[in-house]
């Protein structure tokens, strides 16, 4: 049988050629998502989209653009390309933009990561309302319930990647999510909500649905009984489900561009110590079915680990090839895949013990950081921690600090990383922290 894709991305590369490109990059690529929400006991939403495009990039005498269509047919291409190329002439010429060297391609790994479920690709309507329908069952029966929202969102994807210049490239990938947003009666007219939506590649790896129901549950009973938190400084144990949007922050300015565009804390940092030594963190494009997992980023840069910080030490940065030229700088790759904090040996227990007395964070609300400073405010859901152990939940506190400054303070790293992201981060303890409240 034909394979429309590849002959759809052979046919825009020739296209381009004869129009007069030097080089050009396309991509080809399919998915479908699919998504049924419950609430209150009856099924809400069912959504089944199915999309497809086909994007190119350009380099044209010293220009580049790129543009994308979901018109496959042979016989609009043509236009298509023609057009893109002669709009790419129009523009200002860029002696930095260019398409990526060929050397970078090599190197590429030889190994399965376990992406493409069938078990996933294969799911029927039946099968998905039937686990949304248990689900909801599961997370009823308490008579402070208030309201239950499930959810099922699952999707299968198709890539294909040609360049110019010799590239060739292929991914074929499955996701899953399934979980529960659950909203109690709490005293008087108040109310509290906890919910719990893991993620994978793989079915297998998902949790049971009993097992998501009991998690939902105890999220929104912990947070029964919630008082506004006080203010004060001290020790700051963040949750392994939340310390994800810490590690975010902290990376997000740690590129090239934020470099060169001179919006990033990080710059002049190279080499040097920056963090607390108990910060050790590695992007891993191969793990096995990992959320982030590729064997190439989007430059088709071939995948390898790639050490950002060593017990506190700056050692690389995301380093793609057109700020790479601009900085003189050997590109790494261009944007993140994994992000793994390297776990230490202590449990969640441990922690809070160590912790003694401070502010246990388990979810996040709002807030901002800054890229250039590393000045942040974030607001807080959590509990004391009084004697170290898990007491009162607390909310209406904001942390505020450096992010620079708040990993330079992290004292201790949780054994417990968070399966279900592309941030594998496991609990974290930080010391000195400001947290503002009543």
């Known amino acids: 049988m034909p394979d429309r894709m590849q002959n759809a991305a052979e046919k825009a590369l020739e296209l381009a050629r004869k129009a007069g490109a030097q080089d050009a990059w396309v991509t080809v690529s399919r998915s479908r998502n699919v998504n049924h929400e419950y609430r209150d006991g009856k099924l809400e939403k069912v959504k089944d989209a199915t999309s497809r495009e086909l994007s190119i990039s350009l380099y044209v005498d010293g220009r580049y653009s790129a543009h994308s269509t979901t018109d496959l047919r042979e016989q609009t291409l043509g236009a298509f390309i023609g057009n893109a190329v002669a709009l790419t002439r129009a523009l200002q010429a860029d002696p930095w933009r260019r398409i990526t060297p060929p050397e970078l391609f090599k190197g590429r790994a030889d190994?399965?990561?376990?992406?493409?479920?069938?078990?996933?690709?294969?799911?029927?309507?039946?099968?998905?309302?039937?686990?949304?329908?248990?689900?909801?069952q599961r997370v009823r029966g308490d008579r402070r319930l208030i309201s239950a929202s499930c959810g099922l969102y699952d999707g299968n994807s198709r890539s294909l990647s040609l360049s110019s210049n010799g590239f060739q490239g292929e991914k074929r990938s499955t996701s899953i999510w399934l979980g529960a947003d659950l909203t109690y009666r709490d005293q008087g007219d108040r109310r509290a909500s906890g919910a719990f939506y893991p993620g994978t590649r793989r079915l297998a790896d998902l949790p049971s649905i009993e097992a998501i129901a009991r998690t939902a549950r105890s999220r929104v009973e912990e947070r029964l009984g919630v008082t506004k938190g006080p203010s004060l400084k001290g020790p700051m144990v963040v949750d392994a489900r939340a310390a994800g949007r810490l590690l975010s922050s902290l990376v997000k300015p740690a590129s090239a561009r934020a470099f060169q565009q001179q919006r990033s804390f990080w710059k002049g940092q190279l080499g040097k110590r920056m963090f607390s030594e108990k910060l050790s963190l590695v992007d891993d494009p191969l793990v096995v079915r990992g959320l982030g997992s590729r064997l190439y980023d989007s430059e088709g840069i071939a995948a390898r680990p790639l050490t950002l910080v060593d017990k506190g030490v700056v050692k690389n940065i995301y380093v793609d090839t057109y700020y790479g030229r601009k900085l003189k700088m050997p590109p790494t790759t261009g944007s993140s895949s994994n992000l793994l904090l390297k776990p230490g040996s202590q449990s969640l227990k441990e922690l809070l013990a160590a912790a003694g007395e401070g502010v246990y964070v388990t979810s996040w609300l709002g807030g901002n950081a800054?890229?250039?400073?590393?000045?942040?405010?974030?607001?807080?859901?959590?509990?004391?921690?009084?004697?170290?152990?898990?007491?009162?939940?607390?909310?209406?506190?904001?942390?505020?600090?450096?992010?620079?400054?708040?990993?330079?303070?992290?004292?201790?790293?949780?054994?417990?990383?968070?399966?279900?992201?592309?941030?594998?981060?496991?609990s974290l303890m930080f010391d000195g922290v400001s947290f503002s409240g009543a």
């Open 370 to 426: 800054d890229n250039t400073t590393g000045e942040f405010s974030l607001g807080l859901r959590g509990h004391m921690i009084r004697q170290g152990r898990i007491a009162e939940p607390v909310g209406e506190m904001n942390v505020t600090g450096n992010l620079r400054e708040l990993f330079q303070g992290l004292v201790a790293v949780g054994n417990d990383p968070w399966p279900y992201s592309s941030l594998r981060t496991p």
């Open 111 to 136: 190994k399965d990561l376990q992406l493409m479920d069938p078990a996933i690709r294969d799911l029927d309507g039946e099968q998905r309302l039937a686990w949304c329908r248990e689900l909801d």
